[in-house]
């Protein structure tokens, strides 16, 4: 099910429901003496691990099926590093730029090797790889003009995983790449083009509504 939040629909606006679940287990993992940084990195070898299987196979089915587990896992590690360092003290500006690098090589590093499946017109993918590092840049730049770091969607960080894991699964077992593979990869460019937008329109909002604020502050 997903939740539309700002007119926008995104499966990130789950995620509330997800650190919900994950919190006994990340309580037990801080217990233990695991930091923030050590799942970041471990998050990002496993990505590396698996884009590298994808890319030397050009698409083995084996790897394609276990693209879709390995993206929940990432996600549960994310969501988990998180929470350690909002919840146990472990933020550090080392932890928020390991943070910010890792999911877009990540995402580089699983997506790109779709480019190597006979098949796959290669273009389409390396665009839609393109523009999911441009939306999380968008994403991270609201910042730096004095709004939040934004996360909107139609297409972002979860909903891109969602779709590159569903992608292979149909094909490792229900078809070969074709046109239909082909629309499905323009449409999702389509939807991180609306995505770059909309961070970008909610950062400047965002960016007015806080100068406004602090002027009757004032």
């Known amino acids: 099910m997903l939740v539309k939040t700002q007119s926008v629909i995104s499966i ?3 995620k509330p429901k997800f650190q919900a679940l994950l919190r006994p287990l990340c309580a ?4 233990a003496g695991v ?27 084996l790897y394609l099926l276990l ?14 590093d998180g929470m350690l360092a909002r919840e ?6 080392l932890g928020a730029i390991l943070n910010e690098l890792t999911d877009v090589l990540s995402d580089a590093a699983l997506y790109l090797p779709f480019a ?25 730049v609201a910042v730096q003009v004095g709004a939040e770091r934004r996360y909107d969607g139609p297409f972002g960080k979860s909903d891109r995983a969602f779709f590159f ?6 094909f490792a077992i229900v078809s070969a790449p074709g046109l239909w593979s082909d629309a499905l990869l ?23 509504k806080n100068t406004a604020g602090e002027d009757r502050n004032g």
Not at 190 to 206: D, E, G, M, P, Y
């Open 12 to 14: 990130y606006e789950l």
């Open 28 to 31: 037990r993992l801080a217990a």
């Open 35 to 61: 930091t923030a940084n050590q799942v970041t990195l471990s998050a990002f070898a496993l990505s590396l691990v698996l884009g590298a299987a994808i890319a030397l196979t050009k698409g083995a089915p």
């Open 67 to 80: 693209l879709a587990p390995v993206l929940f896992i990432r996600m549960a590690m994310n969501a988990i």
């Open 88 to 93: 146990f003290d472990q933020k550090s500006p």
């Open 116 to 140: 190597l499946i006979a098949g796959v017109n290669a273009a389409l993918v390396v665009v839609l790889v393109l523009l999911a590092m441009i939306a999380e840049m968008t994403g991270v």
């Open 165 to 170: 894991g569903a992608l292979g699964v149909g």
């Open 186 to 208: 323009a449409l999702a460019i389509v939807l991180s083009i609306l995505t770059i937008f909309n961070r970008a329109k909610n950062a400047l909002k965002n960016t007015l």
